[in-house]
Every structure is written in C-alpha cells, then in structure tokens.
C-alpha cells in the first residue's frame, strides 16, 4: 500500500504548477487549465485522506468520496461557463490575452 506522504507530495506538486500556471500564463484558457489542476490536486487529497483517515463512523461512510464528486462537478461547471465566456470576449475582441480583455473600457 502506498503512503499518505507520496499521495500528499503528489497533489503539493500539481496544485504548485497549477497555481503557476494560473498565474504566470496571459492566455485565458491556460490560466483556466491551471485552475483545473488545482482542483484535480484538492480532489487528490480528498481522496487520500478519506481512504487513510478512519472515522469513527462506520467503514461505509463516505464523506470525502461526496466531497469529490462536488469539486468535480464544480470543475466540470467552472470549464464550460469559463469557457464560454472566453469564446464570447474572443468573439468581441478577437483575443484571449488576458492583459488585452478591458471589458469596462469604453
């Protein structure tokens, strides 16, 4: 069986470059990646820790199973309003630049 450290490092690495990623990148939709791994690491631990981490509940409790099946529907609706909305700015101001989009601006 594999530690809870190597699985805690594993998800410490992805939410890094994913935080990296997020900030760093001008384009939407590499910034919107690296929001996506972040939740992929949050969903890591939660995994990780439910499987780990025994509750005095009884052994069919499955509390951190729920809580990443909320992150993943909240990533999967996150990437398609994220994304629409990159697609309409695209639309309108033929750029995804993130330095570019001033959609108060007149």
Request: charge should be neutral; include cysteine.
């Amino acid at each position: 069986m594999i530690p809870l450290q190597y699985y805690l490092l594993l998800a410490a690495a992805l939410f890094c470059i994913g935080l990296f990623t997020a900030l760093a990148r001008r384009n939407a939709v590499a910034v919107l990646m690296g929001i996506e791994l972040m939740l992929n690491a949050v969903n890591i631990n939660l995994i990780a820790f439910w499987r780990y981490v025994k509750p005095s509940a009884p052994v069919w409790d499955l509390t951190g199973q729920i809580f990443a099946l909320f992150v993943i529907t909240l990533a999967a609706a996150e990437a398609a309003i994220g994304l629409a909305l990159i697609i309409a700015i695209y639309r309108s101001r033929d750029t995804v630049n993130i330095e570019d989009v001033d959609l108060m601006k007149w």
